[in-house]
């Protein structure tokens, strides 16, 4: 398997529930994304891990946790969303975190808050 | 605050036409300059990256320019096919680690 995958591909949870999306990258980066794409919005960036140490936390709320075991692998934890929340969650990865080589994306986790 | 902006939000060509997707940005101290294709309920494709010291790059039917100075990038397709349709975003590189900042895109029709 190559690339950029992603874990669930939808995913339906009401506002107290806990889960957890998953990410894993088969590409040797060394950097690893979690980005938000809302409709009729660019998208955000939300974390930066660069060789397992989180770099960029752009004011994201607390019920939004990222989790970067080794290089290979970025998991987004979900807790008591709010139905705003609801949107297409991407995370991609790239050889350096320093923005100079090209990003390469997963197709997503398509998350409804309810 | 870098800003992004792509013009224009939607576009409708006939199959072979050539094509021209423009991008500008308010802020001209970038690393580079991205542009990727989006398929709908797809992830983004990486389609041409343009250091700050390059003015174009070329993949196939596309080809990608910049004009940092201006803060201008275009996105040019030739001989449109079906096959190119899907959202085109651009994203440039600046400032802190790994902020690639993004347009809204430009959602790309090409008509049989």
Redesign the interface.
Known sequence: ETG?T?TPRHLVMGMTNKKSLKCEQHLGHN?M?WYKQSA????E?MF?Y?LEER??N?SVPSRFSPECPNSSHLFLHLHTLQPEDSALY?C?S?QD????????????T?LTVT | KQE?TQIPAALSVPEGENLVLNCSFTDSAI??L?W?RQDP??????LL?I?SSQREQTSGRLNASLDKSSGRSTLYIAASQPGDSATY?C?V??G??????????TKLSVKP
Not at chain 1, 40 to 43: F, I, S, T, Y
Not at chain 2, 41 to 46: A, N
């Open positions: 950029v992603q950097a994304y009729k919005k660019p998208l960036l930066v660069s770099v960029e752009n991407l991609a790239s975190p320093a923005g100079e080589s090209p990003l390469h994306f997963g197709n997503g398509r | 992004v690393y580079n991205q990727f309920g797809k992830g983004l494709t990486s990256l250091q975003l994203a590189a600046g802190s680690q790994g902020n690639l900042i993004f347009g809204k895109g």
